[in-house]
């Protein structure tokens, strides 16, 4: 045990057991070679990482890597963390066992410190991805900022790229807020957002030995304007998972939503000296996801069809790909289960979501078996690439080569090698039949509004981006009517001339009246009225629901209203609390220091 050496490390190491079950050491062992990308043959195990798709390569950020050291004999292995990025070319096919993996020279000014689980979002406008918090190495040397800093990579196009602290334009910001692990993050092409997470010594030096904060509501980073923002909102959420869906948009704006997925929902602490309880906790499951509006800052909450993934999970992993018909499907796999402090449950199956019908579909398992603390992105035209994963701990070798599993969505099967030349995609045959099947028609929506954005052609509700197919023939309608109400008309005015002559030259009255013939009674004009108002509501418009509106199908379990407000300054909402924004606020006064008892909330 020489990596821990003072009294105070030797607490934290006792807490690593019962966390973990096992022991392993971070860090660089003193004449023993280790690497941020070890040879095939000595690679054990990743985890924590985190990836991004720019242009043709993959580039992978953080997370920690074990790896066989010394005597090949040697049983177990060491984790440590990495202090480079990594970057794989897709440009051309790869098999897992022998796919070269750049390490690109971070030695400048810039670089974050090795890291673990943080928020992670990129910009595919400029070619960059950014770093928020994540927990870092418990070594002696360990390098930490006083306070929080954003870090951005900026890729070459080479496979190669450079990093810097992006400093928003309101600095001051930086100073009331913690840096977390476990946050959910997404963004448009505009902002990311940060949902929940925790914070602890681990991640920020000023939250205090022994301490876990957890954080309330979400943070805005605005990348343009580079502004930093607090979005008030009293949910807690850790280890939750969000994908941006860019072709459903709530707002007029067009910045899609985000969907949230997964994880805890710890109630928050106000003295911030134990671990969470996970026997306690509520979780989100996922017969009800989550929807995000970017613009509005409003969450909705929608109901799913289908065999739902089993939970509570948090760490799994989230990759999609939109569909020709306009669709989206969002491939779901892998993930932990907390049931208690120091017992980690890990699955193994993979699941598709399907939007719009919001439906479930169970594809294969993973043939790797059982892995959490993986991260994935969609690549080439219908491919995911998944990067590590621990299972629960470094010492069990990786049965993917290197890491890297390849799943292909429309065939459902997975591989360990990457085809740079596959074709467009296609959604899953069984995902096609269902919507064949007119079982988008079936689906219960929670709210007409969410009815309206992913399903307009549905329940007799047109879709105002197509063209009425009536349109035409009500044109030709009303030309044929003018024509054929001008020549009555003449003709009635012809016979009223000679009526009237008659009775000039003969003064003889008309002995009879004659009633002219109607086009319907009132009866039949009233049950017109009816029809159009309160029958088929084709030809009524929608509106916003009223406040007493209730959301349908929604699971009890959940708790939600639908159209909670996200930011206070929306307008007062019965589901939310008034009071100002929160998000891991910094205490004032010093902070006591003590003995780590926490640090199972690292795995």
Not at 235 to 247: C, F, K, N, S, Y
Request: charged residues 20%.
């Amino acid at each position: 045990m020489t990596a821990i050496s003072s009294s105070c490390r030797s607490g934290l190491a006792r807490a690593a057991l019962l966390g973990l079950g096992i022991f392993q050491l971070h860090g660089l062992v003193e004449g023993q070679e280790i690497s941020d990308s070890p040879p095939p043959d000595k690679f054990v195990r990743r985890g924590f990482a985190r990836v991004a798709l720019i242009g043709d390569y993959l580039y992978i950020e953080g997370g920690e890597v074990s790896q066989q050291v010394g005597d090949q004999n040697q049983q177990g292995s060491r984790s440590n963390y990495m202090n480079s990025t990594l970057s794989i070319d897709m440009s051309k096919s790869w098999d897992a066992k022998t796919v070269p993996i750049r390490i690109i020279d971070n030695k400048i000014s810039g670089k974050p410190p090795a890291r673990s689980r943080p928020a992670f979002w990129t910009n595919q406008q400029d070619g960059s991805f950014y770093v928020w918090g994540g927990m870092v190495s418990y070594r002696k040397d360990r390098v930490m900022p006083k306070f929080p800093e954003l870090y951005k990579f900026v890729t070459d196009g080479s496979g190669g790229g450079k990093w810097s602290i992006e400093t928003p334009s309101n600095p001051d910001f930086l100073r009331t807020v913690y840096l977390t692990e476990l946050a959910a993050s997404a963004a448009t092409d505009e902002t990311a957002f940060i949902f929940g997470g925790l914070a602890g010594e681990w991640t920020d030096l000023t939250v205090g030995w022994g301490r876990t904060e957890i954080a309330t509501g979400a943070l805005a980073f605005n990348m343009k304007t580079k502004t930093f923002e607090k979005l008030g909102y009293e949910e807690t959420l850790v280890g939750a998972v969000a994908e941006h869906i860019p072709q459903f948009n709530l707002g007029t704006k067009k910045q899609g939503v985000i969907l949230i997925m997964g994880g805890y929902i710890p109630e928050k602490r106000v003295d911030g000296n134990s671990a969470i309880d996970y026997s306690s906790v509520s979780s989100h499951l996922f017969d009800n996801i989550t929807i995000f509006d970017p613009e509005t800052r409003q969450m909705h909450y929608q109901t799913t069809t289908g065999p739902t993934p089993p939970g509570p999970r948090r760490e799994f992993c989230l990759a999609g790909f939109a569909t020709k018909e306009g669709g989206y499907d969002i491939l779901l796999f892998g993930g932990e289960s907390k049931r208690e402090p120091g017992l980690d449950f890990r699955y193994e199956d993979a699941w598709i979501l399907s939007l719009p019908g919001f439906v479930w579909t169970k594809a294969p398992n993973m043939p790797t078996q059982r892995r959490a603390d993986h991260h994935c992105t969609p690549a080439g035209k219908r491919q995911v690439i998944s990067v590590g994963g621990t299972a629960p701990g470094w010492r069990e070798p990786d049965p993917a080569p290197q890491g890297l599993m390849v799943f292909d969505m429309p065939s459902m099967t997975w591989r360990f090698s990457y085809d740079a030349d596959a074709g467009d995609y296609e959604s899953p045959q069984v995902i096609k039949d269902w919507y064949n099947n007119g079982s988008l028609s079936n689906v219960k929506w929670s709210s007409p509004i969410l009815q309206q954005v992913f399903a307009p052609g549905s329940f007799g509700i047109p879709n105002p981006d197509s063209p009425d197919p009536n349109s035409q023939s009500s044109e030709q309608g009303h030309s044929i009517g003018a024509i054929v109400g001008g020549v009555l008309g003449g003709l009635a005015g012809l016979l009223a001339l000679i009526a009237v002559g008659i009775w000039y030259f003969f003064y003889r009255p008309l002995k009879q009246k004659q009633k002219l013939p109607q086009t319907g009674s009132q009866e039949a004009l009233a049950a017109g009225d009816k029809y159009l108002y309160t029958g088929t509501p084709v030809n009524i418009p929608l509106q916003e629901a009223e406040a007493g509106w209730k959301p349908a199908e929604v699971a009890s379990n959940h708790g939600y209203v639908e159209l909670s407000v996200f930011s206070p300054g929306l307008g007062p909402s019965p589901s939310v609390s008034p009071g100002p924004p929160q998000y891991s606020f910094r205490p004032e006064g010093p902070q006591s220091p003590m003995e780590m008892d926490g640090y199972s909330e690292r795995r």
